[in-house]
């Protein structure tokens, strides 16, 4: 595969990867996003996060995180030429799928309620940061 046929595509306004990967590649007309969290662009924030000294979770709000992660992921996709009606498969990862579960899905079906696009969602001990949701995304392109 050739460097054309998986362009690599980054946001000026996503929060920086924390790790070696871009924001999205485009493979012919689809766009895959990479793991997407609620973060803020140049700053270590985290909406909806309440850190102890250490870094430790003192307290979130699910709700302020998934707002803030469909943000992101809209940024990315439109960054890269896509959009938010493009998309046809998300997977989520939920740190605590029994308490955020019902805030998380009444707050998807606002966010998606023109488009429904293939769901999975998961439930993980941990996230690289720290953080309770992160999207993972397709969509289509042009």
């Known amino acids: 595969m050739s460097d ?6 980054n946001s000026e306004r996503a929060p920086e990867p924390v790790g070696l990967y871009p924001h999205a590649r485009r493979v012919g007309n689809l766009l895959f996003l990479s793991g997407v969290g609620p973060r803020e662009r140049g700053t270590k924030k985290i909406p909806g996060v309440e850190l102890d000294e250490y870094g430790n979770i003192v307290s979130y709000d699910i709700e302020t995180q998934c707002r803030s992660v469909f943000q992101n992921v809209r940024y990315i996709l439109e960054d890269a030429g896509s959009s938010w009606d493009k998309i046809v498969d998300v997977t989520v990862f939920l740190t605590n799928m029994k308490a955020d579960f019902a805030a998380y899905n009444r707050l998807y079906a606002e966010y998606f309620a023109d488009n429904q696009p293939c769901r999975t969602t998961i439930e993980i001990s941990s996230l690289p940061t720290p953080i309770a949701i992160e999207l ?7």
Do not use: H, L
């Open 4 to 9: 054309d046929d998986a362009q690599m595509m």
């Open 136 to 142: 993972k995304v397709i969509a289509t392109i042009e």
